[in-house]
C-alpha cells in the first residue's frame, strides 16, 4: 500500500503540529522559558493541537474515512476558534504581552 504526495504531507506536518504542542506543554512544564506563564502555553498548546487535528482530518478524507475526516475537522474548528479567543482575552487582560 503506496502512500499518495498529499497523504505523506499531512501525516508529516500533522506529527510536526502534534509534536509542537507536546513540546510546549514540556517547555512550560520544565519552566525553560523563564516569560512562559500557564495561560500562553495553554493557548499554544490548543493552538497546535487544533492543527494536528486539522491534518488529520485531511489525512482521514483522503483515505475514505468520512467519519473521522469529519469528527477531525469539528475538533479542530472548536480548538483553534478556541485559541483565538484566547489570544484575544490574553491580550485584552494582559495575560499575554506582544512586548516584555
Known amino acids: 500500500m503506496t502512500l499518495s504526495r498529499d497523504a505523506k504531507k499531512y501525516i ?3 506529527s510536526v503540529f502534534g509534536i509542537l504542542a507536546i ?5 512550560y512544564y520544565f519552566n525553560v522559558i523563564a516569560t512562559l506563564n500557564l495561560f ?3 493557548t499554544y498548546v490548543v493552538y497546535f493541537a487544533g492543527l494536528a487535528l486539522l491534518y488529520n482530518g ?6 475514505g474515512n468520512r467519519v473521522v475526516s469529519i469528527l477531525s475537522y469539528l ?3 472548536i480548538l483553534i476558534i478556541s485559541a483565538a479567543v484566547l489570544l484575544i ?3 485584552a487582560t494582559d495575560n499575554i504581552s506582544m512586548f516584555h
Open 12 to 14: 508529516l506536518l500533522g
Open 23 to 27: 513540546t510546549f506543554a514540556l517547555l
Open 40 to 42: 500562553t502555553c495553554v
Open 89 to 91: 482575552y490574553g491580550f
Open 75 to 77: 475538533g479542530a474548528t
Open 58 to 63: 485531511s489525512l482521514s478524507n483522503e483515505k
